[in-house]
């Protein structure tokens, strides 16, 4: 099946964040993250939405991963692949 790469868009907001917030603790299960994920969903709109331009991975309208990039620079902020699909190809 063929994945897809589109910019993000508003509606893409909660599930973006609990990929970003999933995928986070499941590479990291022993660490306890200070944030609950609402702070993490105000980050992402303060701080990520507004400033980069995000990208979001998708197979079947089914989200995979997303990535943020600050275009001013060419620097790849954020890169979160769904535990799910990683190691997929």
């Known amino acids: 099946m063929t994945i897809s790469l589109r910019l993000y868009r508003p509606n893409d907001l909660d599930a973006v964040v609990?990929?970003?917030?999933?995928?986070?603790?499941?590479?990291?299960p022993d660490l306890c993250h200070p944030q609950p994920i609402e702070q993490w969903k105000t980050r992402f709109q303060r701080e990520i939405e507004p400033n980069e331009a995000v990208w979001v991975a998708e197979r079947d309208h089914q989200l995979l991963g997303f990535f943020a990039l600050r275009e001013s620079d060419g620097y790849l902020h954020q890169i979160f692949v769904s535990p799910e699909a990683q190691g997929q190809g």
């Open 18 to 28: 609990h990929l970003w917030y999933w995928s986070w603790y499941h590479t990291f």
